[in-house]
């Protein structure tokens, strides 16, 4: 296991081309668990590419442990990798996908078939090693996959290219659970690439969010949820998004639509009000807003909870809250004064407190 | 699937026997002499002989020839695979300038008629003394059944995975490890299928072999339509060396047999 550090990546595939990458730092503990989160096109791919050595980034470093190993090749780094669907060599049986790695750097046949026993018990696919690829379930197959990455014991690096995307929605979370299982137990270093935020958000300790080639927060799920850095992020993480509307903040209030919704210490000036569907509420006290939609979300921990889509001053948002009695289209609006987020040129204002 | 109906089974029969009726009248002929043959009607054969084929075997003039044939078949394919093989792989995982247009390109080659080039290849073979050699008939060939090659295997590399490389790559193996080790035993089946269509292209292929050789390496279907003498038509014995020809064929159809619906599956055969 190993601690990855990578400084600055750039990357573009032809020159001249638009950059994949600009300016990526990245950070991994060791023994740690990483996700890496982002829309299609946001570089993620490309930056485990660069992790693996099977690209060179235009610039930047990469180091494990301090060694600097930006042009070493992907077997001098030690690292595996598990694909979005399982690659396997097809002509050969579970074992023997599982011990070829270790075949391959010299392991005689007795050390190969302990340690292929030990990973299969821990992934409990024991059962399956006479199979071929061709006979396993796509779930099953997938296991073996994971398997092979985890075979080496002096494997540095296991990264995770969206690795449930193929696997049917019942078996992603045993698949799940098996990973983290073994993550813990062996304490190894993964980076898990994903453009799931509920995988990233249960999956990891901590996330980095890509978006078009820029690391915008790395953070603990609670962190990217309560205080994204970024608007980008803001809107990324949550289902729905953040709700982020255009306001100002004068002589200490902040203010929308010419009404008060709560006092900063920010500086006075035009900024986006960020706050979460579940930190407003639709009803009695507050801004007038003029209610859109209401949609039943079903019942939460025993609540009726339902999703409410409103307009404040001519800006969608969205409100979830409990549903205790019909909602009129003319209502207030609160908002926690307290956890509204200030936004100037996309980053957040730190010194926001209220 | 329901069992077929009665009439189509017997549509389909009628079918199979209406194909098969040439082929058992060269079987036919082949065991009788050419004094049955030529004496009158006669379905099933009254007095059959092997001795056509026997002579078939022993005559130098007939068993060379298919040495021949064998010689620059296999070479032929051979030739072919090596080429394709790699010019596949690069077209299936490369994009470069112009890529398309010269994938296109190689199927061009093929929609001249054989006839065109027969000219160039025998002013050329004659010039570096390749006539007359199993390699001329071997690399003119080529011509055509490289780019049916390189056509055919693109599409089975292109179905395997590029996630293939990438993993070979992070295990540490090296490119020739990964080419000869790893993908050409997951596209064997496509290999078969591309061996079995050169083969069938150059085995029944006659206006080039007969334009680039003379004695020395005759193959067998120019022997085949040369056999006229002064004693007539060897009805017998040329028939015989039919049937013998058809074997081959036969038999990397039988090899091949479970690939090729997966080559014609992908629309590249």
Known sequence: ?354 | MSAPNGKAHWSLYLYCLFLLAPLYWLVSMAVKSNRDILGGLELVPGDPTLANFVEVATNPAWYGAFVNSLTYVCLNAALSITVALPTAYAFSRYRFLGDKQLFFWLLTNRMAPPAVFLLPFFQLYSAVGLFDTPLAVALAHCLFTVPLAVWILEGFVSAVPKELDEMAAIDGHSFPFFFFRILIPVIRGGIGVTLFFCFMFSWVELLIARTLTASEAKPIVVAMTRTVSASGLDWGVLAAAGVLTILPGLAVVWFVRRHLAKGFAMGRV
């Open chain 1, 1 to 354: 296991m190993a601690a990855i550090r990578a400084s600055s990546l750039h990357h573009r595939y032809q020159p001249g081309a638009p950059p994949v990458l600009e300016g990526v730092d990245l950070e991994l503990r060791d023994g740690e668990a990483h996700a890496v989160l982002g829309g299609s096109g946001a570089g993620k791919t490309t930056l485990l590419h660069l992790l693996a050595g099977l690209l060179r980034p235009s610039a930047g470093t990469i180091e494990f442990d301090g060694r600097d190993l930006t042009a070493a090749s992907p077997a001098e780094r030690q690292v595996a990798q598990v694909f979005q669907f399982p690659v396997l060599y097809p002509a050969l049986d579970v074992a023997g996908n599982l011990g070829f790695p270790l075949v391959n750097r010299g392991w005689n046949a007795a050390a190969v078939r302990r340690r292929v026993g030990e990973v299969a018990e821990l992934l409990s696919i024991a059962a399956l090693l006479t199979r071929k690829p061709k006979q396993l379930s796509l779930f099953e197959r997938q296991l073996t996959a994971i398997g092979r990455a985890l075979v080496r014991p002096d494997v540095a690096l296991v990264l995770l290219d969206e690795p449930l995307t193929a696997v049917e929605p019942a078996a992603k979370w045993r698949l799940r659970q098996a990973l983290k299982t073994v993550q813990g137990e062996l304490g190894l270093t993964m980076i898990y690439v994903t453009h799931d935020q509920t995988e990233a958000l249960t999956f990891a300790e901590r996330i980095t969010l890509l978006h078009h080639g820029k690391a915008l927060q790395t953070g603990s799920p609670e962190a990217l949820y309560e205080q994204p850095a970024h608007e980008a992020v803001a809107r990324f993480i949550g289902s729905p998004g953040m709700n982020l509307v255009d306001g100002e903040v004068s002589a200490g209030s902040i203010r929308c639509n010419g009404q008060v919704l709560g006092a900063t210490a920010a500086a006075d000036g035009r900024c986006a009000l960020g706050f979460r569907p579940e930190w407003a509420a639709v009803g009695e006290r507050g801004v007038p807003v003029a209610v859109r939609s209401v949609r039943a979300l079903g019942t939460l921990g025993g609540v009726a909870t339902g999703l409410v889509t409103a307009e404040l001053g001519g800006q969608a948002i969205h409100v979830q809250q409990r549903l205790d009695g019909p909602v009129g289209s003319q209502a207030r609006l609160h908002i926690d004064p307290s956890r509204i987020l200030l936004y100037r040129n996309g980053w957040l204002v730190t010194d926001a407190t209220g």
